[in-house]
């Protein structure tokens, strides 16, 4: 069987390389008309007599004797991982761990990575995780594990190393853009529980749903939320923060369904790879928005991936949001395991994938609508501007006004459910914005 699937570090098991289906489609058996059409080009009989000398050159002359096997896997897996960051060949060893992964726990930290430039560079750090908690950020590139450089390691190499008994420490030397100097932070590997999907009311009328990863629950917790949220609230949302910052994806169904919640019609994504297998169109369900259209505001940052991209650009193409924060971080491309028959396998990228608008999300990103970088709002303990007013004189007297009742209080501070989330504060702001147009509009 063949498996879509993204590279995780500790997100569920928490141990270094777990994978998860990402933008997929199961495959039952290979392509025979892409075998067959394979088999029918001519094989490159120079360049593979110059293999075979090399190999044979290494064998009978390099200073240690060296196994068949370790020269042959070396040679696929470098043949492989210089296709592109995400297609690797995994040895029955790795093969085995990240099946065995998916279904066990592990220790681990928290983190999606990818290689880059031959150092791990960090996509985005999972909520509630250790990596989470110690403050790595995404972007961040590990340049040493416990002391042993990253440089010269494959990916799984550095995520193994990454793997570990719950509880035990590991050290990680980071690189981090506008800081001078390396920083290392050690952290405690724990077995990685993901909540995927975290809700709140921000205020009377306005909800705020997190989706932390998609997972093949997801679509069901996101309604049990939204079910509770109206319940809060005792009706209809005026309106809804979906927060997608550092969400690094998932299932890719699980991003269809998000998307089909909130749309009544259109197109949310499309593949298109070489095989006819590939190619695939996923369309919102008519009628299918549970918030009846009310406004809502997407936030998404760098550490935004892969099926939280697909969501963000199905939502700002069929204009049903807006889209706010900072770009994301732009893995437009499909993933397929196959496994081999000597019980290794193979993950090859083998699609791209398509926002409604036909734009590729690879290597750009969905940018917002709205750019909004992360800032801290400082903690204000008065909501004014320092000066001495009417109100603070002892015994003024009191506003007896008509008007006074029913004023609506100013919004100077952030509230409490917001705290010193600025990006947040702002999605909120927004909401209220339209919602006020809207009454006024008569909508």
């Given amino acids: 069987m063949r498996y879509a699937l993204i590279l995780f570090l500790g997100v569920f098991i928490g ?45 009978s002359d390099y ?50 990575v990818t290689m880059i430039d031959g150092v791990v560079k960090v996509i985005s750090p999972i909520d509630g995780t250790p990596a989470a908690t110690a403050g790595i950020k995404p972007g961040d590139l590990i340049i040493q594990i416990d002391q042993k450089a990253v440089q010269g390691m494959s990916l799984e190499q550095a995520v193994d190393m990454m793997r570990g008994k719950p509880g035990s420490p590991i050290t990680l030397t980071i690189l981090r853009k506008g800081v001078n100097k390396p920083l290392k932070f050690t952290l405690k590997r724990a077995v990685i529980k993901i909540e995927s999907v975290k809700a709140r ?25 939204l079910r509770t949220l109206r319940r809060q609230n005792k009706g209809r949302l005026k309106g809804l923060v979906l927060d997608l910052r550092n969400n690094p994806g998932g299932v890719l169904n699980a991003a269809v369904a998000v998307s089909n919640t909130f749309l009544n019609k259109g197109l949310i994504v499309y593949t298109k790879g070489r095989v006819p297998d590939s ?22 940052n760098g550490g935004s991936a892969s099926a939280s991209e697909i969501v963000a650009g199905a939502l700002q193409d069929n204009k049903r949001a807006i ?5 994301t971080f732009g893995k437009g491309s499909v993933q397929t395991i196959i496994p081999l028959s000597d019980g290794s396998a193979l993950r090859l990228t083998t699609a791209r994938y398509y926002t409604p608008d036909g734009n590729s999300i690879q290597d750009r990103g969905i940018t917002p609508n709205v750019v909004v970088d992360e800032m801290k709002i ?26 006074a009742a029913n004023a609506p209080a100013a919004a100077a501070v952030p509230p409490d459910t917001v705290g010193s989330d600025y990006q947040l504060w702002e999605a909120l702001n927004l909401l209220r914005g339209i919602s006020v147009y809207r009454h006024e509009a008569g909508e």
């Fill in 63 to 112: 200073v240690e004797p060296e196994s068949d096997t370790k020269l042959i896997d070396n040679a696929i897996q470098g043949m492989v991982s210089s296709l592109d960051p995400h297609s690797a060949f995994l040895d029955r060893k790795a093969f085995r761990e990240m099946r065995i992964s998916t279904e066990g726990d592990f220790g681990g930290l928290g983190l999606q």
């Fill in 15 to 59: 141990a270094g390389i777990t994978l998860e289906r990402d933008v997929q489609a199961d495959r039952s058996a290979p392509n025979t008309q892409s075998l067959t059409q394979q088999a029918a080009e001519p094989l490159p009989i120079q360049q593979l007599r110059t293999f075979t000398d090399v190999f044979a050159r290494i064998k």
């Fill in 201 to 225: 009311l921000l205020e009377p009328g306005y909800g705020y749903v997190r989706i932390a990863q998609f997972q093949a629950n997801t679509e069901d917790s996101l309604m049990n939320a």
């Fill in 323 to 327: 889209i706010m924060g900072t770009k």
């Fill in 378 to 403: 400082p903690k204000i303990e008065k909501a004014n501007d320092g000066m001495l007013k009417e109100v603070d004189l002892e015994g003024h007297l009191k506003n007896t006004g008509p008007a």
């Fill in 279 to 300: 190619n695939m169109k996923f369309a919102a369900t008519p009628g299918g928005d549970v918030l009846h259209g009310a406004p809502m505001v997407v936030l998404v």
